[in-house]
């Protein structure tokens, strides 16, 4: 079955470390997104990406850095400068092919401890 | 920028009650509006979506309605389930961009 796939589903996070979340499809989806999610907040984009080697900025890109090396992976580095890290990070597709709707993945939970 | 904001933070109706789920949006040049299921600790689901061109849209046990005069777009759920209890964002996007604004959503809590 086609689909997003975000790995790991828990990560845990020292200060001062980087640490990367995983995101892979197999949709053949041209775009992909990751998104920040905090308790009772709406989604904020951090990074988006329409085309292999190509990335742009989202709203709070400050202390995350993406790569797009490949269609199918886009990979979420969360540096030691993004200060408050915890929370659930979604990564998303977009097929660009009509129908405007993302495919999510199922997240992951990342914490600082 | 142009956001998309929700009525109600949470909403509890009675098994078996119809729900109704509304967004605001301020973005005249919207032209895609979806929305998404979210379960707790999972990734948003598709639900239903419309574009600017409709007024109403069906899908099973949902209807999604669009009133462009006044940017309200509601999420209509008949017979409401257990399993319907989720967090519902609504997101839109402008003609010919790729680019989601979501919503802050609302709680959906069902009561046996």
């Known amino acids: 079955d086609g689909g997003i796939t975000q790995s790991p589903k828990y990560l845990f996070r020292k200060e001062g470390q980087n640490v990367t979340l995983s995101c892979e499809q197999n949709?053949?989806?041209?775009?992909m997104y990751w998104y920040r999610q905090d308790p009772g907040q709406g989604l904020r984009l951090i990074y988006y990406?329409?085309?292999?080697?190509?990335?742009q900025k989202g709203d709070i890109a400050e202390g995350y850095s993406v790569s797009r090396e490949k269609k199918e992976s886009f990979p979420l580095t969360v540096t030691s400068a993004q200060k408050n890290p915890t929370a659930f990070y979604l990564c998303?597709?977009?097929?660009?092919?009509?129908?405007?709707?993302?495919?999510f993945g199922s997240g992951t939970r990342l914490t600082v401890v | 920028g142009e956001s998309v904001g929700l009525h109600l933070p949470t909403l509890s109706v009675q098994e078996g009650d119809n729900s109704i789920i509304n967004c605001a949006y301020s973005?005249?040049?919207?032209?895609?509006f979806i929305w998404y299921k979210q379960e707790s600790g999972k990734g948003p689901q598709f639900i239903i979506d419309?574009?600017?061109?409709?007024d109403k849209r069906q899908g099973q046990r949902v209807t999604v309605l669009l009133n462009k005069t006044v940017k309200h777009l509601s999420l209509q759920i008949a017979a409401t389930q257990p399993g319907d209890s989720a967090v519902y964002f609504c997101?839109?996007?402008?003609?010919?961009?790729?680019?989601?604004?979501f919503g802050k959503g609302t709680k959906l809590s069902v009561i046996p």
């Open positions: 998303a597709s977009l097929s660009g092919q009509g129908n405007y709707g993302y495919t």
């Open positions: 997101a839109e996007s402008g003609a010919g961009s790729y680019q989601l604004t």
């Open positions: 949709l053949n989806h041209d775009a």
């Open positions: 990406s329409q085309i292999v080697n190509d990335f």
């Open positions: 973005n005249s040049a919207s032209d895609y």
């Open positions: 419309i574009r600017s061109n409709m």
